[in-house]
């Protein structure tokens, strides 16, 4: 943990439950980590596992959910986010911290062109004259990459390919120069070309605008030429974290290992098929009493069934929830001296 100065933003055991017939659904559960100002870091893990959660959170979506419960904190340049007036999280939601949806299909209103959805925020927030704001998405449309921006703003969502949706909620999110970025899949059902060049945007968008950006993904490689560090996680829970090289190199926990291996290797022989990890991850409404990947797990014993791990420090600048994270470590010692 850094200092204040250090952090632009800090969740302290934070927890997302939602109440369901089947029980209450523990989303997130009990995570911990910080961001620092122009940091990127990348929060990966297979579908379900509480990423998008945790990003609702922070922009302060999930608590407009009635279900939803939420408790820790999550402070925002030293302001605790949970406990403002909902009028105070909103005039930051946008401003100070801007989402990037997973779909925008779905996130970009169909009933209303580009012009309007990009001067809202920059008319609200800004305070901008309407003509003002139309100049400055022209601009942005033009920096991130829309061929024609000034024709092209009077058009509709429907009218741009997938990967240009994709520019403009990228547009819409830095319009207002945030300092955080929260990319929820920014990459899905866009092919390779077209991620490389969203990746390589958010890269040069965080340098020139100075903000921090999290990047959430199932894809380890979406974030492994883009993060610094990385934080893996797994049933609502941070099961591992720690600068990208390191944890790529010399990963602290079996799930980790797990996410590695079935990321194709062109610099390997190529397999018949790709490995996978066994089984599927728990119900998030009733999770075994051990640890959540022990059902999953190859190193699983029966202290992993009795109780969880907690997350703790297994190297410099690393973190892993893993009772056999040494294991893993002369693992990988002695496959580098081999």
């Known amino acids: 943990m850094g200092a204040v100065g250090d952090t632009l933003l800090r969740l302290t055991d934070l927890s997302v439950d939602f109440a369901s017939q089947e029980g209450t659904v523990h989303a997130v559960n009990h995570i911990s980590f910080d961001v620092a100002p122009g940091e990127l870091v990348g929060l990966v893990g297979e579908s379900g596992c509480g990423k998008s959660v945790t990003a609702s959170a922070i922009i302060g979506l999930t608590g407009m959910v009635p279900n939803a419960t939420i408790s820790g904190s999550i402070e925002f340049q030293g302001q605790d986010l949970l406990t403002m007036p909902e009028d105070k999280v909103r005039a930051i939601r946008g401003r100070d911290i801007a989402m990037i949806f997973q779909d925008p299909v779905t996130s970009l209103n169909p009933v209303l062109s580009i012009e309007r959805l990009m001067t809202e925020g920059l008319e609200l927030h800004l305070g901008m004259s309407h003509s003002d704001a139309v100049k400055r998405s022209i601009e942005l449309l033009g920096e991130v990459g829309i061929p024609k921006a000034a024709n092209r703003i009077k058009d509709y969502p429907h009218q741009f390919s997938g990967g240009m949706r994709q520019r403009v909620m990228i547009a819409i999110a830095i319009s207002c120069n945030p300092k955080m970025l929260l990319a929820d899949e920014p990459t899905t059902a866009l092919d390779v070309t077209i991620q490389a060049q969203i990746l390589r945007l958010l890269k040069k968008l ?60 062109l610099n390997e022989p190529r397999r018949d098929t790709l490995q996978t990890i066994s089984g599927l991850p728990p119900d998030l409404a009733h999770l075994p009493p051990g640890c959540s990947f022990a059902p999953r797990c190859y190193l699983a014993t029966d202290e992993c069934w009795a109780a969880a791990p907690q997350l703790e420090p297994t190297d410099a600048g690393r973190l892993s929830a893993c009772f056999h994270s040494d294991q893993l470590r002369r693992a990988a010692g002695a496959e580098v001296t081999a």
Do not use: N, Q, W
């Open 206 to 265: 965080s340098r020139e605008h100075e903000a921090a950006v999290i990047v959430i993904t199932h894809d380890l490689g979406v974030v492994a030429g883009m993060c610094r560090r990385i934080l893996v996680m797994y049933a609502g829970r941070i099961v591992e974290s720690g600068p990208a090289k390191d944890l790529f190199r010399t990963p602290h926990h079996p799930y980790t290992v797990g996410l590695l291996k079935s990321v194709p290797r």
